[in-house]
């Protein structure tokens, strides 16, 4: 079993920044893809971004593209979303998941999924 487990969600104001870390424990995989998903009240979840354990390939959703920037640390096996120019609509909460489908895959259907961490957005 892989854990994860997500932290750095909080109040902000429209136009800040905030940084979530999804930190990975026991079997990890040099296959996996990492994932962010969002899911907002009364919304289905919806992708974010994805990144690849074994190199630097990313893909974000249209929405957030140019605003938000997916990186990791494999000595720390820790993901994180670097979240810039947030706006009210990126109310969430913001979860971590793994799996090892190809990278641009974007369904729910992953193998793990983190607890989620709240991000509020206020005007």
């Known amino acids: 079993q892989v854990q994860l487990v997500e932290s750095g969600g909080g109040l902000v104001q429209a136009g800040g920044s905030l940084r979530l870390s999804c930190a990975a424990s026991g079997r990890t995989f040099s296959s996996y893809k990492m994932r962010w998903f969002r899911q907002a009240p009364g919304k289905e979840r919806e992708f974010v971004a994805a990144?690849?354990?074994?190199?630097?390939?990313?893909y974000y959703a249209d929405s957030v593209k140019g605003r938000f920037t997916i990186s990791r640390d494999n000595a720390k096996n820790t993901v994180y979303l670097q979240m810039n120019s947030l706006k009210p609509e990126d109310t969430a909460v913001y979860y971590c998941?793994?799996?090892?489908?190809?990278?641009?895959?974007?369904?729910?259907?992953?193998?793990?999924w983190g607890q989620g961490t709240q991000v509020t957005v206020s005007s």
């Open positions: 990144i690849a354990w074994s190199d630097l390939n990313t």
């Open positions: 998941a793994a799996d090892t489908r190809p990278l641009f895959s974007t369904s729910s259907l992953v193998n793990y």
